[in-house]
């Protein structure tokens, strides 16, 4: 089953044979290893690229359309619980693409919001509990409500 030209040079059909030949001990490996992968101090990225890479090594002769479906169900399973919920489940018309980029930017996302909540964050006077802090908001956010309408009643 080898074309003329690799049958031409030993090393095109050593390549070939081991190509086509690929030992199920070392498949069954990286299968396990794809099955087994959790997000835990990855990030999403990190991540999707892993398991893109054990994908290819554990199921070389799986067809687009299966290597993506099982890309698919792995990645949302591996993924940290927290984004779970914020994605959903994935919608049967989604690739592996569609859903990996969802994800990415969720994660940035929620990077900038936790990079901007902490340059928000007074310094130093942090001696109130969160509900004090609420109600002196309330109660602030009220007097300045009368203090308006004081204003626009003169």
Partial sequence: ????????????????LRKRFLSLDIEELRGLEFHQLMQIKQSVEEMGICLQKLAKKAFP??????????????????????WQLKLGAPKATETFDDL????????????QF???????????????KPFEKRTEFHTRSWT??????KMLAL
Avoid: I
Wanted: charged share 30%; glycine share 4%.
């Fill in 1 to 16: 089953m080898l074309s003329e030209t690799e049958r031409c040079s030993y090393e095109s059909t050593v390549a070939a």
């Fill in 61 to 82: 002769g799986s067809t687009p359309k299966e290597f993506d479906r099982l890309l698919k169900g792995r990645f949302y399973q591996a993924l940290l619980p927290k």
């Fill in 100 to 111: 990996y980029a969802r994800a990415r930017a969720l994660e940035r996302h929620d990077q």
């Fill in 114 to 128: 936790n990079v901007r909540a902490s340059n928000d964050k007074p310094q130093g006077s942090n001696t109130l």
């Fill in 144 to 149: 300045e409500l009368l203090k308006r309408r």
